[in-house]
């Protein structure tokens, strides 16, 4: 009886599922589609600049304005459907409700300033923190203006009520670049976060993380 209670009162690790197969696949999918996106995009930035700086040439993608058209086209519509298989999945599956929700100004401002300071705490690794939840809202309301920016400007006539709710053409030149500035920033910081807590990354691979305790959750 006594070595049963020590058993129940010592932690012990156990496997806990936190990324479900659907959410890695679209994951890398994103990735990849928004690498090709921006490096194109810069490309393409470069030959009609909206300010007076140019993108350096050495890490954009396409070679020529033709070529970077290609590739952000096709990169645009890889993008668009998987973020809406992703937003599919997460919405009838209650993924993105038990994930990013819910999420108050105060308790992201919180932890931003936690994370600044380098207190923000790592132990369970199962739930999000307030300001990962606000990242990953404002990404995905980011990749969303990216999409809707993009198809105004390739068709500002054939869409002009879409190109009018960003201000005409050039209007959507600029939400365009907005927004690819603050995906690259939030993607900028997520690499960074990964890098300083490694043992987050081979979760998003295998979909399953160690925990101790009965701390862990399930996705």
């Known amino acids: 009886m006594n ?14 599922r936190v990324h479900p197969l659907p959410v890695r696949i679209t994951h890398w999918i994103n990735a990849f589609a928004i690498l090709i996106m921006v490096t194109s995009g810069w490309r393409i930035y470069n030959a009609a600049p909206i300010w007076d700086f140019e993108i350096p040439r050495d890490i954009t993608l396409g070679g020529w304005l033709g070529g970077a058209l290609q590739w952000h086209f096709a990169a645009m519509w890889l993008l668009a459907v998987n973020g809406l298989v992703y937003l599919g999945y997460g919405i009838v599956s209650g993924h993105l409700r038990r994930k990013l929700l819910p999420v108050t100004p105060k308790a992201v401002l919180h932890d931003v300033l936690e994370a600044l300071r380098g207190r923000l705490a790592h132990q369970d690794l199962t739930l999000y923190n307030a300001a990962q939840k606000a990242a990953y809202l ?21 869409l002009q009520e879409l ?57």
């Open 138 to 158: 404002a990404l995905i309301v980011a990749i969303a203006l990216l999409v809707l920016s993009g198809l105004a400007i390739w068709k500002p006539v054939q």
């Open 3 to 16: 070595k049963r209670r020590q058993n129940e009162a010592e932690p012990s690790d156990s496997w806990v």
């Open 163 to 219: 190109a009018a709710l960003f201000g005409g053409y050039e209007g959507a030149r600029i939400v365009h670049f907005i927004c690819m500035a603050a995906v690259v920033l939030i993607v900028a910081v997520h690499v960074v976060m990964v890098a300083l807590v490694p043992k987050t990354f081979p979760s998003m691979i295998t979909g399953r993380i160690r925990t101790s305790g009965n701390s862990g959750r399930s996705a």
